[in-house]
């Protein structure tokens, strides 16, 4: 029995031994080079601990973002994550050849979480058309190619090689992104998930093989980016008979989670909001423009732009919805009792001052917004409210704890709110375009309705999570787009003379979950089409509608109901959009470890867009005219008499 316990304790050292080891390559031999031992990151140990989601994985490093000065770009590992703000990487190489011939060696790296495979999936010897916009790079300076092994290596000996490198946005230094003759690494910022590890060593006589644009990755060839990794595991580098081509089996894997108590940035360039009160609602909290928040503040202040065309007459009257006293009687007599001489015009729901509505609780490490409440008669309003992380990114988890406000009281009456979680495009420049639609082009604008113009390339993108009070049907094609009348409907010339639905009051306790992507109409997608269609998500059982009004309508949308004490009533809850690249996934949940499907889409359906976004975070007074069907308008919802108050406790994006 003794000896039995002894071999155990054993064994089980032995596993827990291999753990925690860096798994290092075994001896590779290709020609006339071995190498063996490559260990892409020498100098580090995960730095990212979280207990409730730990990276089991021995194969597996993790680290975090450092947000501390990123507004110049993300660079992985920083300068506060190792000595020197690199990894180590090393190998150990033997050339078994008598003659004198010098070595050179090269890592790259690539984002494997969200990336196109590298092998055409019809023709595997071809590369994949869309692998050229995977993430990957190499050394800083892409003018570098191939570095020489510094010693002689031909003495049958192995020989052991140290280098660094680091993870920075714009690897390839792409043109597009220069600022002013700089690099502008924030314009592709690096991207959240698993990163591999690539190393190339070879002789002087094979490197002369190698096409220019892989040892510096900046070059083009025929005006087109290609990837070193097919190049080199799939494509001719596979082929050269004196090159070793080594994949390393450890990976690294990169989170965000930034700590929301280190400020609300507010970036605006118009001064137009320096009144007296702003030093005073700065003071207040973690929120404001000095050179501290500016280096630190991972969110900023998000400001609505609202269309005067959307200003909405609405009742006078003030009152708390989500308390117990507001009844669906008081709704009906004040949606009678007014007349339309009556109905006043309050202000637009924009933010009127920076740092009013939002802040940074440093000892909570949160972020806590809210809507304001009204003063009788000399102040109704109804202000839109919300933060936005201050970087973008293409592709990930994003994920939001958050207690936002319950949308209804006991009563079933909507308070107006819409809780919105949503990427939107960073930029609508040149640099931030979209893949080309190659089938007749996008909508133009966001704005510019069913007459607007088609482009092969446009920049803005959006992909939401919208909850709020209306029905989740999905309407007939004889309903009618909420345009203005008399702008042509492309499927149903006879629809504007059909009349609006009634407002659906049944499901009293159920809100609605929208999800939404805003593909701008390109009818790229084989399944592209108008109306309900059908969405099957096999991986996880689940199944809904999606629905699109016409097909010049520049978004698609799912809706499913939920109960709003669910949701909202709790502490917290949790929301997930993990934007891929060939599809979409929604999901919420109580928490990380039990999330569910509410909407899904992919490429079949519905253009993905490969831009970089910003993430938000917003509570909004939604125009009702935006959602048929809704059972209280907001006209004839009352001004809050209270603060209607969001705080947000976590966001990661991995």
Request: overall charge positive.
């Amino acid at each position: 029995m003794k000896i039995i316990v002894i071999a155990y304790i054993i064994i089980l050292f032995a596993f827990l031994t291999s753990c925690t080891t860096n798994p290092k390559s075994a001896e590779v031999t290709k020609g006339d080079i071995s190498v063996k031992d490559f260990t892409p990151l020498s100098n580090f140990k995960s730095s990212y601990i979280d207990s409730s989601e730990k990276v089991s994985e021995s194969n597996i490093k993790a680290i975090a973002l450092d947000y501390f000065k990123a507004y110049k770009g993300f660079t992985i590992p920083s300068i506060r994550q190792t000595e020197d703000g690199y990894f180590h990487f090393e190998f150990d190489v033997k050339y078994n050849k008598s003659q004198s011939s010098k070595l050179y060696y090269k890592i790259f790296y690539q984002n494997e979480s969200y990336k196109f495979p590298e092998a055409d999936p019809k023709d595997s010897t071809k590369e994949n058309p869309f692998a050229s916009e995977n993430f990957y790079g190499s050394w800083d300076d892409s003018l570098t190619g191939f570095k020489p092994v510094a010693e002689n290596t031909t003495d049958g000996s192995y020989h052991l090689v140290k280098d660094k490198f680091r993870i920075i946005g714009n690897p390839r230094w792409e043109k597009q992104l220069y600022r002013e003759r700089f690099y502008d690494r924030v314009k592709r910022n690096p991207r959240v998930g698993n990163y591999s590890f690539l190393l190339v060593v070879l002789p002087e006589e094979e490197l002369k093989k190698v096409p220019q644009h892989f040892q510096k990755l900046h070059l083009k060839k025929n005006d087109s980016f290609s990837n070193p990794y097919f190049y080199f595991l799939n494509g001719d580098g596979s082929k050269l008979k004196n090159a070793v081509v080594l994949k390393s089996k450890e990976l690294l894997k990169v989170i965000a989670k930034p700590d929301l108590g280190n400020g609300v940035y507010v970036d605006i360039d118009s001064m137009e909001y320096r009144r007296p009160e702003y030093g005073a609602v700065f003071r207040k909290a973690i929120c404001g423009r000095d050179s501290i928040t500016y280096w630190n503040a991972p969110m900023k202040q998000y400001f609505h732009y609202v269309n005067k065309d959307f200003q909405l007459r609405n009742i006078p009257v003030m009152a708390d919805v989500i308390g117990d006293n507001y009844s669906l009687r008081e709704y009906n007599w004040n949606k009678k009792f007014y007349s339309e001489e009556e109905l006043i015009l309050p202000p637009l729901p924009d933010e009127r001052l920076p740092c009013e509505t939002v802040e940074s609780d440093k000892q909570n490490h949160l972020v806590r917004i809210k809507n304001p409440k009204s003063k009788l008669n000399d102040d109704l309003r109804k202000e839109n409210v919300g933060v936005s992380h201050r970087y973008g990114m293409t592709y990930g988890k994003f994920r939001v704890k958050a207690k936002m406000p319950e949308l209804l009281n006991k009563n079933g009456l909507w308070n107006g709110i819409t809780n919105a979680i949503w990427l939107v495009t960073e930029s609508g420049e040149k640099w931030n375009e979209c893949r080309t639609c190659n089938k007749t082009g996008y909508m133009a604008t966001y704005w510019g309705g069913p007459n607007d113009k088609r482009v092969p390339k446009m920049t803005y993108s959006e992909i939401d999570f919208e909850i709020l009070k209306t029905p989740p049907y999905c309407p007939s094609f004889g309903f009618p787009p909420i345009y203005k009348k008399g702008i042509a409907n492309t499927y149903n010339q006879n629809a504007w003379n059909l009349p609006m639905p009634d407002e659906i009051t049944k499901d009293k306790d159920d809100i609605t979950v929208s999800c939404t992507n805003w593909d701008m109409a390109c009818p790229q997608p084989k399944k592209f089409g108008i109306g309900c269609q059908p969405i099957i998500y096999k991986k996880e059982n689940f199944s809904t509608e999606a629905f699109r009004w016409n097909w010049d309508f520049r978004a698609l949308t799912s809706k499913i109901l939920e109960k709003d004490d669910e949701l909202f009533a709790g502490k917290f809850y949790y929301f997930e959009i993990e934007w891929k690249p060939t599809e979409i996934i929604w999901r919420i949940g109580k928490d990380k470890q039990h999330m569910r499907v509410v909407g899904y889409m992919d490429s079949s359906i519905t253009s993905i867009p490969n831009n970089q976004m910003i993430l938000n975070i917003t509570q909004e007074f939604h125009v009702t005219r935006w959602w048929p069907g809704t059972p209280f308008s907001q006209e004839n919802i009352p001004f809050p008499s209270k603060d209607i108050i969001g705080e947000i406790y976590e966001m990661e994006i991995e």
